[in-house]
């Protein structure tokens, strides 16, 4: 679901600070089997990678403008407005949700660290946020955020999008349990530890208060108290690396270890239940 094995094309400083400055968010710069390439240069030369099922982000010669290409209201949009603000350029969405200033079902997903394998109700869904200009929502324990357009409901009978499990109509989208890896060996001020969990969940623009689990190999009082702010589960697991504690609890690991605070590396996962 999440665009982060990105391959970027192009020659110049402009390709170059993108793929350095997406590295150190904790993308992984790949060349084999991307979900995502960032084409830099001309536009023709971006346009041939339209019928690959990768999604595509189109960025001018000189870095000024910033055009998702395919799957913008999947996902890759968000991708593109990181590179537009990285690169101070002007992003241009041509989506139909984009115009009209709504978040597809897809992207209320991504922001959101939901899932769903009915296409088909995402589709159906879709189209009635587009008719209408809105979507009613039930949710049921957790912590969402909530954009133009989507309404929140008190049943779930009355919803367009019921989160959690139920057995009325409408599009069922599951939480993926979103587990950010703190790996540090000497004691860090808690204030540090909650700018790096949040800069984490920011860095693939996903809701801050989304995190499921807190992973780390020490245990001490600020991440105890960190873990009941953010109502996140605290686990201490043995591991010599961010990536190894993310690989010993399990999940997909979405962003790499980078360090995004002074004394702590952080990583992501997310586990699809």
Request: a negative charge; one cysteine or more; glycine letters at 14%.
């Given at each position: 679901m999440y665009f982060t094995?990105?391959?970027?094309?192009?020659?110049?400083?402009?390709?170059?600070n993108i793929s350095?400055?997406?590295?150190?968010?904790?993308?992984?710069?790949s060349s084999s089997k991307p979900n995502l390439y960032i084409i830099?240069?001309?536009?023709?030369r971006a346009l041939k990678f339209a019928n690959r099922k990768a999604g595509v982000v189109f960025v001018s010669e000189d870095g000024e403008y910033v055009i998702p290409l395919k799957k913008?209201?999947?996902?890759?949009s968000f991708i593109a407005s990181i590179i537009s603000d990285l690169l101070n350029s002007n992003l241009i969405s041509t989506s139909k949700f984009s115009q009209l200033g709504l978040y597809s079902v897809e992207e209320f997903s991504w922001i959101n660290a939901l899932y769903t394998r009915n296409k088909e109700e995402v589709k159906k869904a879709n189209k009635k946020l587009l008719d209408r200009k809105k979507l009613y929502v039930y949710s049921d324990g957790v912590s969402l955020m909530l954009p133009e357009g989507y309404i929140r409901v008190q049943t779930p009978c009355e919803a367009d999008i019921i989160i959690g499990e139920g057995k009325c109509n409408g599009i069922l989208l599951k939480p993926i349990k979103m587990v950010v890896g703190l790996y540090y060996i000497e004691k860090i001020p808690y204030e540090v530890l909650l700018y790096s969990v949040k800069l984490t969940m920011k860095s693939l623009y996903v809701n801050e208060n989304r995190v499921d689990v807190i992973l780390t190999p020490v245990n001490d009082r600020n991440v105890k108290e960190l873990s009941r702010l953010l109502n996140a589960e605290h686990m201490v697991i043995d591991a010599d690396s961010c990536e190894e504690l993310l690989y010993n609890y399990g999940g997909k690991i979405l962003l790499k270890?980078?360090?995004?605070?002074?004394?702590?590396?952080?990583?992501l996962a997310g586990l699809y239940l």
């Open positions: 094995r990105i391959r970027v094309i192009g020659e110049g400083e402009i390709a170059k350095s400055l997406l590295s150190s968010l904790g993308y992984e710069l830099v240069g001309e536009m023709e913008e209201s999947k996902g890759v270890e980078v360090s995004r605070a002074y004394g702590v590396i952080s990583c």
